[in-house]
């Protein structure tokens, strides 16, 4: 079935360096994909998403890259904080599914002060 | 304040006995969605709600039931529960079943089956 993986389940940067979270995906027909941080004892709260006619979008500090081709996506965060420690996920949502969400098994980000 | 809550937070039960986690959000979305949450395994959705008396099967169904009588609300039933459900659940919302968006996020709800 359908997977969403992680190239890599612990980050650790310093702060102020860039940060640069993975994922692959397997369903070559998702049209829609996000990011999600989850800090500990909390829901995950949306960062930022991407749908596939787009292979960039940039928000505040965060930008997203879509590589259809290789169905590879990233989550950049630029000049990193503390603040952003967390587990962050990338979902998939394919609309001819049912709209159904898959979820990563997640990345850890640690920020070394 | 927009919000999705989930009650109770924590809860312990026994085998075979028959719960229900509420979750009701003021937001008027459309979408709805519960997710089991296990180490190592990610976020896995268990049902979801396209709007009300619509409900689907996630990829993690077995052993759960959802029902959708009001937009606002979306509870989940453990008929009997095992301890394999023993795990961290949370609800969902977006604003549009048409069109896939950013979903909110409960707090969770921390369950334990003996």
């Known amino acids: 079935g359908e997977s969403v993986g992680l190239h890599l389940p612990t980050l650790s940067v310093q702060e102020g360096d860039n940060s640069i979270i993975n994922c692959a995906y397997s369903n070559s027909a998702s049209d829609y994909f996000i990011w999600y941080k989850q800090e500990s004892g909390k829901g995950p709260q949306f960062i930022i998403d991407i749908r596939s006619n787009m292979d960039k979008r940039q928000g505040q500090r965060v930008t997203v890259l879509l590589n259809k081709t290789v169905k590879h996506l990233s989550l950049q965060i630029a000049a990193t904080q503390p603040g952003d420690s967390a587990v962050y996920f990338c979902a998939e949502n394919d609309a001819t599914g049912g709209f159904k969400t898959i979820f990563g098994a997640g990345t850890r980000l640690f920020v070394k002060a | 304040e927009a919000q999705v809550t989930q009650n109770p937070r924590y809860l312990i039960t026994v085998t075979g006995k028959k719960l229900t986690v509420t979750c009701s959000q003021n937001m008027n979305h459309e979408y709805m969605s519960w997710y089991r949450q296990d180490p190592g395994l990610g976020l896995r959705q268990i049902y979801y709600?396209?709007?009300?008396?619509?409900?689907d099967k996630g990829d993690v169904p077995e052993g759960y039931k959802v029902s959708r009588k009001e937009k606002r609300n979306f509870p989940l039933i453990l008929e009997s529960p095992s301890p394999n459900q023993t795990s961290l659940y949370f609800c969902?919302?977006?604003?549009?079943?048409?069109?896939?968006?950013?979903?909110?996020f409960g707090p969770g709800t921390r369950l334990t089956v003996t």
């Open positions: 709600s396209m709007n009300v008396e619509v409900t």
């Open positions: 969902a919302s977006s604003l549009s079943g048409g069109t896939v968006s950013e979903q909110y």
